[in-house]
């Protein structure tokens, strides 16, 4: 789960469905967070 949280780690769908599951939560629910977006380098 640490590397996951911290971005060192990909996971799949099934992936998320799982832990979704687990937790009793919806899938969209694991995605529901906010961020800097950096701007792209030229």
Known sequence: ???IE???RNIT???ILELS???KI???EL???SFPIKE???
């Open 1 to 3: 789960m640490n590397k």
């Open 6 to 8: 911290k971005g060192k």
């Open 13 to 15: 769908l099934s992936t």
């Open 21 to 23: 599951k687990g937790l």
């Open 26 to 28: 919806h899938p969209k």
């Open 31 to 33: 995605f529901d967070f």
């Open 40 to 42: 792209l380098e030229k």
